[in-house]
């Protein structure tokens, strides 16, 4: 029987939809882009056309990513589902989700939508071909709402747009960008280097100057592709019976922004414009702000809500609009991961208020090198000025070598989170509670981070990261209290992790080794002598990047040099960034790199694009290849 307050409101559903029929919804996606716009008050920005859909719209000040990288992120969006709870939080990390996980859009289309995407489908799942198949009518540099055969069909339709995006900011050569971006710009479009404003972590250098000027022309040549696609809208008299969200997929792709969790990195436009004849969902007039704090998790619930379909329960999502719409979160999560080669773990929680950062491998710096950003001239001016006695505070926490442990920044009095106040008397109970939420949005959602990738590809190929996770099978608390330690722990904590009969809390224990400052003492340094005979190749590689760090390279070097040669590319990914990380300690796996690297480019071409996404191994052999070149580059006698 059913309940009459669900009875109640599928007539409610019913009768709306016979009255109105759906709305389309619309997304524009711009690729690496924090609010650096006019209407969030940037004093650079040149964005006529977002400004004015904003003051058609309700802007929203607290909207977050869920990760500040692309491909983790739109697993979260198709998904409406947090990576760390699907396997999905490693960059290209090729792992399975359920079946029954085809994408919302395939919702949709069940419901009788037209759901187009133009273009990207960067969904990082071993799935994502199905999902694509699943989700989009079309999928292609062509896909749009006007090829619809019925034009009386409610559409859904995607635009990413890829001008804003690191590769035309910072990446592309000067020439290129001037040529396909630059051009389309008139005079007083063109950002002067020496009028931009710069953030406090920047250094002032010509070269900054130019790339963060270059990164505004970017912006605006992206604002007109906004307007052109709006103007379309408008031409085919759908304006009103559409909904569009604009937001980008994560903060801009310039330094301390892409692939940190600070605010910058994080923290995301998001403008939705809802006509009149669907203002019962707007919670706010046309050109009012909401601080209300959403996520990427809820965009996906939200569309669904708007559109009057079903939301599934595995969705982690709350939908913030539409006749679903729940309470307003009190919290919002992010999370950091391998990105590309670069080797990391990090967690953040965001309330209206505060941002607090765990970072679990504290002694790696937020600017470790990686290969494809460092195409990037303002890279090499963060590596040419990294001096503690010449970098200001906030220069050095972002090109600093290490991390703190914890960070915590009040941020709005601190928007660019530069004060960390994690030791501040005053804020105790702020940082007692964002940490009890941090360990309770791990525990609740099954966080599978804390495994390494190896282990949990051996663990979820028979069914998903979501069913293994869900399934209480692996001792996720065990591994999560062994991460812990690293940077805080005692060495005595890590010799008993290294111990351990748990694979995963010995691979946490190697890390805590490497961590340490100071030298190994006897029984430590046995210890990990022991663990490169490890069953767990993840083990193995940290404890001899343990002991290669403390100059113990003789038994270490030729554990590393032989993982090269493993059968998986996790495991070869794993040791060619530890072998590149050691530097010139590791000067004698010259021949083996060069081997790796032959091996690697024999598997995908170095000449494909890093965008270009592809299946398995190939994208693992990419970040192999990066690795390797970077390591073999720096070996090269200078002349």
């Known amino acids: 029987m059913n309940h009459p307050s669900k009875l109640a409101f599928s007539l409610l559903l019913c009768l709306c939809g016979s009255l109105t029929g759906k709305p389309n919804v619309l997304w524009i996606t711009a690729e690496d882009m924090s609010p650096v716009l006019g209407c969030y008050g940037h004093p650079d920005a040149v964005t006529p056309n977002i400004d004015a859909l904003a003051r058609q719209s309700i802007r929203y000040t607290h909207a977050f990513a869920s990760a500040p990288v692309c491909s983790p992120s739109r697993s979260c969006l198709i998904h409406g589902s947090y990576p760390p709870s699907l396997g999905t939080q490693q960059m290209r990390s090729g ?25 990207k489908t960067d969904y990082n799942s071993g799935n994502y071909r199905e999902i694509i198949g699943s989700s989009w009518d079309e999928s292609s540099n062509e896909a749009h709402w006007r090829k619809r055969p019925d034009k009386k069909k409610p559409f859904f339709s995607v635009f990413n747009l890829m001008t804003s995006h690191q590769s035309r900011s910072m990446v592309w050569p000067y020439e290129r960008f001037e040529k ?8 007083d479009e063109i950002h002067d280097p020496k009028k931009v404003t710069l953030p406090p972590y920047y250094p002032d250098t010509p070269v900054v100057r130019k790339t963060v000027a270059r990164f505004h022309d970017c912006v605006t040549a992206m604002d007109k592709e906004v307007g052109s696609i709006l103007s379309q809208l ?21 330094p301390r922004h892409k692939r940190a969790l600070l605010d910058s990195g994080m923290h995301v436009p998001l403008l939705i414009r809802i ?170 959602t099954r966080d599978l981070g804390f495994i390494p990738e190896y282990e949990a590809w051996m663990a979820f190929q028979e069914s998903s990261g979501w069913e293994v996770g869900q399934s209480g099978k692996i001792d996720l608390k065990a591994a999560r209290k062994a991460a812990s330690a690293v940077g805080s722990g005692k060495e005595k904590a890590f010799f008993a992790n290294l111990r351990s009969e748990n694979e995963l809390v010995r691979y946490w224990g190697a890390i805590g080794f490497a961590g340490m400052k100071g030298n190994l003492d006897e029984k430590a340094e046995g210890a990990l002598l022991e663990a490169l005979k490890d069953s767990s190749p993840s083990v193995r590689i940290e404890a001899a990047n343990a002991l290669a760090l403390k100059g113990k390279t003789a038994p270490s070097l030729p ?3 032989k993982e090269l040669e493993h059968k998986n590319l996790i495991v070869v990914t794993h040791a060619a960034r530890t072998i590149e990380m050691l530097g010139s300690k590791a000067a004698k796996a010259v021949p083996a790199m060069q081997a790796c690297l032959k091996r690697a480019y024999e598997i995908r071409p170095p000449d494909l694009s890093p965008v270009i996404v592809l299946p398995g191994d190939e994208d693992m052999a990419m970040f192999v290849g990066f690795s390797c070149q970077a390591f073999l580059a720096k070996m090269k006698p200078k002349p």
Request: overall charge positive; proline content about 6%; aromatic content about 12%.
């Open 95 to 119: 792992f399975p989700v359920p079946a029954y996980m085809k994408g919302f859009p395939a919702l949709l289309r069940e419901k009788g939508y037209y759901a187009t995407n133009n273009v």
């Open 275 to 444: 006509p009149e004849k669907w203002k019962r969902f707007a919670p706010a007039g046309a050109g009012e702000t909401i601080d209300r704090l959403v996520a990427f998790v809820d965009f996906g619930p939200t569309v669904l809500s708007l559109t009057g379909t079903d939301i599934p329960k595995y969705m982690q999502g709350k939908p913030f609009l539409g006749p679903r719409e729940t309470k307003a979160r009190s919290y919002v999560y992010g999370h950091r991961d391998r990105v590309d080669e670069v080797r990391d773990l990090a967690r953040s929680v965001r309330d209206g208020d505060y941002l607090y950062i765990r970072n679990y491998m504290p002694h790696l710096g937020y600017n470790q090198a990686t290969a494809w950003p460092d195409l990037g001239e303002i890279r090499h001016e963060f590596y040419r000025l990294t001096d503690r006695a010449k970098m200001t505070d906030a220069q050095w926490h972002f090109a600093g070598p290490t991390r703190p442990l914890e960070e915590l920044y009040d941020c709005r009095k601190d928007p660019r989170n530069l004060n960390n106040l994690v030791k501040s008397a005053d804020h105790k109970k702020v940082l007692a509670r964002l940490r009890k939420e941090h360990l309770r949005h791990l525990t609740k």
């Open 559 to 561: 554990v590393l040099i």
């Open 234 to 254: 408008e031409e085919d008299g759908l304006a009103d019976d559409t909904i569009v969200f604009f937001y980008s997929d994560h903060g801009s792709g310039m």
């Open 180 to 187: 396909e971006v630059r051009s389309k710009l008139s005079a």
